[in-house]
């Protein structure tokens, strides 16, 4: 007993020190050793209460001005010394230069305030160790924004000597791991309604994070650097809770990144609500359609059936509806905007709601809180079934949905007797057991992708890693790989695809995917908010990239509205004749 109890004491220590990985150990129990041992930017708790923060009322100038200081904190965060050893916090450096600075004159005023802000870090020791861009770099820092300013020539030189001696080796706000960003000691000051301090914090430190370290800004369909002038009023300006965590929302979704999925927005989740209709619906060739109930008991009393069109929602045209939310809802590309978008359609605060239908007019439905339905989000998972299935006596199908490692002897000798194999990705793959597989369908090796990735020794540089291959297994199955794909395939999804398309007897059929691929990244923000971002650059070995374009079908195949109410999957079926073809 007595040993048992001090493995249970080993066991909870160890979880207590798990859950506190980022503190140093407090040796004497009065917290002195542990204070000791932090950077000086975890000692700073100035602000921990509030900013104290009030900007006086905007116009043209200050907006520049509050531009100018972004790239400016920005650059010094990831490129000042000082900054990366973690001497300060940065996040309260901000609000101590921004009272003055909030008083300046005229840009001559303001940059003197910006010299004296920047000499105050000290002067900065010669870098024998950075070395310029190679001239290999798929995307290279860009200073532009420094050189065609209105600061005096003395803020750019000391912007230029900044750069030619930056921060080199562990830095505190940023780390490449496993290939993509992590940013470190990004405090999410989760108060309930951040003060204007801590909202404009929000938005420098994303706009940053995305200038330095995001791999598709020469993706988006805005310039970076209009983004700023823009949401500079949105993010001061905000009245509440609710305004800020869209203003937020909208800003993150300017990056075009399906990735891009939104936490913590309290308000926002209350403005949506909480009640839903019992049935999916879906975007079926440009209509909205009812594809599923999410507890069939209740088709009867909703009035509505499997495969009826909704037109209106309200009093509104679904397209009215979809033009108005559509910066709500991050996406890389329109087929998974409306993929996302299409489950908080019938979601209200309310417990009814009116809609519209090609069948049946205008009806009231009942709404249903979230405990009360079997919800799902984009596809089912059956866990109780196999991942595969024979559909006939020579045509094997595998779901990537519960696909497990101990799956894959079963599906590797399906190989020796099938004349196809269908691999349906219209899902997130459970595992990667898949790629134990990609041996048999290549006869030589073969590249299918390569990555950018960041440099924090130069932030805004991206270089390509050597191309991912596959080698062949020596016996290549000779019989056709159909894999299909839709805009539910994302991120795993689509690099699975994009390895699946270099076997010999590969066709991909389906429709656009998500256009988001590649590992992710966290990014906390203040007020409680957490996004994520696409951390690497993927493309095919030839540079040809996947973001935002997706996997592009070699045969295009969508479900239709009768496919629909006739209950068939018609990418399936198109699949099977493939094969037998």
Request: net charge negative; with cysteine; glycine share 6%.
């Amino acid at each position: 007993m007595r040993k048992t109890f001090f493995w249970l004491f080993i066991l909870s220590f160890a979880l207590l020190v798990s859950c506190r990985e980022d503190e140093p150990p407090n040796d004497n129990g009065n917290g002195e050793n542990e204070l000791e041992n932090l950077f000086p930017a975890e000692k700073d708790k100035e602000f921990d209460d509030g900013s104290s923060i009030v900007f006086p009322e905007l116009n043209k100038q200050l907006i520049a001005d509050l531009e100018l200081l972004c790239k400016i904190w920005g650059f010094l965060k990831y490129h000042h010394p000082e900054v990366g050893k973690g001497n300060y916090n940065w996040d309260y450096e901000l609000f101590r230069i921004l009272p003055g600075y909030l008083q300046v004159k005229n840009t001559e005023e303001r940059d003197m305030a910006l010299l004296d802000w920047i000499n105050k870090y000290g002067t900065i020791p010669a870098c024998p160790t950075c070395v310029e861009t190679p001239s290999s770099a798929y995307i290279k820092p860009d200073l532009l924004w420094a050189e065609n300013s209105n600061m005096n020539n003395a803020l750019k030189e000391k912007i230029r000597d900044i750069y030619q001696n930056r921060h080199q080796g562990e830095h505190y706000y940023i780390r490449i791991d496993s290939s993509n960003p992590e940013f470190l000691h990004e405090n999410p000051h989760a108060f309930y309604y951040p003060d204007a301090g801590f909202r404009l914090l929000a938005l420098y430190r994303y706009w940053n994070m995305i200038n330095y370290f995001f791999p598709y800004t020469y993706l988006t369909d805005k310039n970076w650097d209009d983004i700023l002038p823009e949401y500079l009023p949105l993010f001061i300006l905000a009245n509440d809770r609710l305004e800020y965590e869209t203003a937020a929302l909208q800003l993150i979704s300017e990056i075009n990144d399906t990735h891009a999925s939104f936490n913590g927005g309290v308000a926002v989740e209350i403005a949506r609500g909480n009640y839903y209709a019992p049935f999916r619906v879906w975007f079926i060739e440009g209509k909205l359609a009812v594809t599923d109930y999410y507890n069939l008991g209740l088709m009867e009393a909703s009035g509505i059936k499997i495969g009826d069109v909704i037109t209106h929602i309200n009093g509104e045209t679904i397209e009215t509806i979809i033009e108005s939310r559509k910066k709500q809802y991050p996406a890389s590309n329109k087929a998974a905007q409306l993929r996302n978008m299409s489950f908080d359609l019938l979601r209200s605060a309310q417990n009814t709601i009116n809609i519209q239908t090609e069948q049946t007019g205008q009806i009231t439905i009942q709404l249903y809180q979230r405990n009360e339905l079997n919800l799902y989000g984009s596809y089912k998972v059956n866990t109780n079934e196999k991942c595969y299935k024979l559909l006939d006596d020579s045509i094997f199908y595998v779901t990537l949905a519960s696909i497990k490692t101990e799956d894959i002897p079963d599906i590797r000798n399906a190989l020796n007797y099938t004349k196809g194999v269908i691999i349906d990705i219209r899902n997130y793959p459970s595992t990667s057991a898949i790629f134990a597989l990609l041996s048999y369908f290549v006869s030589a090796s073969a590249p299918y992708a390569k990555f950018t990735i960041g440099n924090t020794n130069n932030p805004g540089e991206f270089t390509f890693t050597p191309p991912y291959i596959i080698q062949s297994a020596g016996e290549i199955y000779q019989s056709k790989l159909i894999v299909i794909v839709n805009e539910i395939s994302q991120s795993h999804a689509e690099f699975t695809a994009m390895a699946l398309r270099a076997g010999n007897n590969t066709t991909i059929i389906g429709s656009t995917t998500a256009g988001a691929d590649g590992n992710v990244s966290t990014i906390n923000l203040p007020g409680g908010l957490q996004t994520k971002i696409s951390g690497i650059g993927v493309y095919y070995p030839d540079g040809t990239g996947t973001q935002r374009v997706g996997i592009v079908p070699d045969v295009w195949i969508e479900p239709t509205i009768e496919g629909i109410r006739e209950g068939r999957d018609e990418l399936l079926e198109k699949a099977i004749n493939l094969v037998n073809e």
